[in-house]
């Protein structure tokens, strides 16, 4: 895969590089595209990917909307 790189100015700095796109385009193709229940092992493994996919719910580092974060 060759990423592409462009040259671009910002503000306040003269030229800078700027990565394009990582991906590769298409759909995953196969049987087991997406499942990934099948693809980790222990009990423990399957609750990381699912804590880390809704880390938004299960993260204590954060300061959304509705937690500040200093008191009012």
Not at 13 to 23: I, M
Not at 25 to 41: T, V
């Amino acid at each position: 895969m060759e990423y592409k790189i462009k040259k671009v100015s910002a503000p306040n700095r003269d030229e800078v590089e700027l990565l394009g796109a990582t991906f590769e385009e298409g759909n995953p193709e196969g049987e087991d595209a997406g499942r990934w229940r099948q693809k980790l092992d222990t009990r423990m493994e399957k609750l990381k990917y699912l804590e880390n996919g809704e880390r938004y719910w299960y993260g204590k580092d954060w300061f959304g909307s509705e937690k500040r974060k200093t008191p009012a």
